[in-house]
């Protein structure tokens, strides 16, 4: 079985729309085109059904998490400010992960 790796290239407005021309005008995908062009040694791969699906997430826990997040912000954010570091918060922090964890 053949493995590929994704790879993302930038072109140029005008240098699009010239290997777009050609792809068209080959009748082929501009992948392919690209490929053709680069190599004639490289096969092409299957063409993929790309789908992309999400899981619903409980909204409590997304709560949870951005408290977290948040009091993480603060604490850093008072620590650079070369504040000290205030033990409750970090005692909240904890209790918040052991209600996400239960």
């Not at 501009?30 to 299957?46: E, K, L, T, V």
């Not at 790309?50 to 997040?69: A, G, H, M």
């Not at 570091?85 to 239960?102: G, S």
Request: proline share 3%.
């Amino acid at each position: 079985m053949n493995e590929y790796k994704q790879v993302k290239v930038n072109f140029r407005i005008d240098e699009h729309q010239r290997i777009s021309n050609i792809a068209r005008s080959e009748n082929i995908t501009i992948a392919q085109c690209i490929r053709n062009h680069f190599d004639s040694s490289i096969d092409n791969p299957p063409i993929r059904n790309q789908t992309v699906s999400y899981k619903k997430v409980d909204p409590k826990l997304l709560f949870q998490i951005e408290y977290i997040s948040k009091q993480l912000h603060y604490i850093a954010k008072n620590l650079q400010g070369g504040g000290e570091l205030e033990r409750f918060l970090l005692v909240e922090i904890y209790e918040k992960m052991m209600e996400i964890t239960k």
